[in-house]
């Protein structure tokens, strides 16, 4: 009987632990999609220089980055879909990351 509370502890450690990984791994996931997809720095929020943007393809960006990308290719760096200076649209909000 002892050996199967054992094995019932081992099995929920093993459960608990598979899903912390899963966690950690989702957390990561979150962080690399707070930075700026083309200098890969964090945004400022919605304040300072390098806020966070976004082009009429949904794709975000810090606003140096993409005014600097729109001026010398015209197109969005990730989809190459043609990109103006007034598509740029700036993204307001008190948290990047998912409640």
Known sequence: MAQNA????????????AGVNGLNQRLDRMSQ????SICLTPWT????RHH???LRCGHL??????HTAI???HRCPICRR???HND???IYGRSFLPP
């Open 6 to 17: 054992t094995i019932g502890e081992n099995l929920i450690i093993s459960d608990l632990r």
């Open 88 to 90: 740029v649209r700036r």
């Open 52 to 54: 966070l943007v976004s």
């Open 71 to 73: 001026r010398r290719y």
């Open 82 to 84: 043609r990109a103006r």
């Open 61 to 66: 960006f810090g606003s140096n980055c993409i």
């Open 45 to 48: 929020g919605d304040q300072g």
């Open 33 to 36: 999609d707070i930075t700026c």
